[in-house]
């Protein structure tokens, strides 16, 4: 009886010690795939490049090889959600193929060394400007395992001016976009005023300004505000919450603009007749840049405008009675230059 609990005891130990090693054999297989697996170690693209001023810029992939040498390597370049490569390099023919996409846009004669499975596996572009700007992916790929890696680059443009300006506008105009009054500001470091609601409250006297810039990458975000004359307290004037618009150029570019409107009495009632400093501040998040650009605005006070027009009216007067006067003495006793 012992002896065959000895024996079944054996046999369950042997078997247990048998699927043990063969699983520890699955491993070691395992491992030993694993490092020969194709890996994209590196991935390098430039973050940030100015629009139209490098000759070309370089998007590397480096990856280490299999410890097989896998002649069947194949390296694709994909640019944003185009499921067709830009460019592809064949390792064992030596082959590089570009896009019709971006021909010319390609230097196919690049190389990063002469060993044959590396030498071509980058991507050279040539003349980067803001169509450029994306998400770019390495692929590479063989018979052995394959693996991918992805990486954005933006090629900007910031303008060359700030177009700011301002244009009277009519009491209508001023009234249709005193009814569209949705206030909100986003900016914590501006401060915003107070409307009344009341259309009679505004004089007649009205302007819109209007910020502009053109050729730029990437969208930027414009806001119009007014500052004390040294150029601090921002204080946003917009009656209403101005909706930027944005449209794209054939250069992939953008133009992009923004306008609020300021009416003559409220700006009076707050600051005074005296000049008002604008400015217009274009920020592009992405890169961490910002410009602005100032322009100065004289509010009309309608009131004493009236007084003026009134006392013109008056002179007028004057003057017309007066010759009138001299001419009835001059009639009445030609020989008296006076009555």
């Not at 971006?102 to 004669?109: A, H, M, S, V």
């Not at 003559?264 to 217009?280: H, P, Q, T, V, W």
Request: aromatic share 10%; hydrophobic share 35%.
């Amino acid at each position: 009886m012992y002896s065959l609990l000895t024996l079944k005891l054996s046999k369950f130990v042997a078997k247990k010690y048998s699927q043990i090693l063969a699983l520890s054999v699955i491993t070691l297989l395992l491992a030993d795939i694993c490092s020969a697996l194709l890996k994209i170690k590196e991935m390098s693209v430039p973050r940030l490049v100015e629009n139209g001023t490098e000759d070309s810029v370089v998007l590397d992939c480096v990856y280490s090889l299999d410890t097989i040498d896998d002649r069947n390597l194949v390296v694709k370049w994909f640019f944003n959600d185009d499921p067709e490569p830009i460019y592809q390099f064949i390792a064992e023919f030596g082959l590089r193929h570009a896009s019709s996409r971006l021909q010319g846009r390609i230097n196919l004669n690049y190389t990063v060394n002469n060993d044959p499975l590396i030498k071509y596996r980058a991507l050279n572009l040539l003349r980067p400007t803001v169509d450029l700007s994306g998400r770019y992916q390495c692929h590479v790929q063989s018979l052995q395992s394959q693996d991918s890696k992805e990486g954005s680059m933006i090629i900007y443009a910031t303008p060359k001016d700030i177009e700011f300006s301002y244009k009277a506008v009519t009491r209508k105009e001023f009234s249709a976009a005193l009814r569209k009054h949705k206030t909100v500001h986003t900016a914590t470091d501006i401060t915003s005023d107070s409307y009344s609601n009341d259309e009679q409250h505004y004089s007649s006297s009205a302007s819109e300004l209007l910020c502009k810039v053109s050729e730029v990458y990437p969208i930027p975000e414009l806001t119009i505000y007014r500052v004390a004359q040294d150029g601090s307290s921002p204080r946003s004037l917009d009656i209403y919450r101005p909706v930027q618009s944005n449209q794209q150029t054939m250069s992939g570019a953008w133009n992009s603009s923004v306008s609020v409107y300021i009416n003559d009495r409220d700006l009076i009632e707050k600051y005074g007749n005296e000049a008002s400093i604008f400015e217009c501040l274009v920020v592009f998040n992405e890169i961490n840049h910002e410009m602005r650009k100032r322009i100065q605005y004289f509010p009309v006070n309608e009131e004493l405008r009236n007084v003026s027009a009134e006392s013109k009216v008056q002179f007028v007067f004057t003057i017309v009675s007066t010759i009138i006067y001299i001419y009835h003495c001059f009639r009445l006793n030609m020989n008296k230059l006076f009555c």
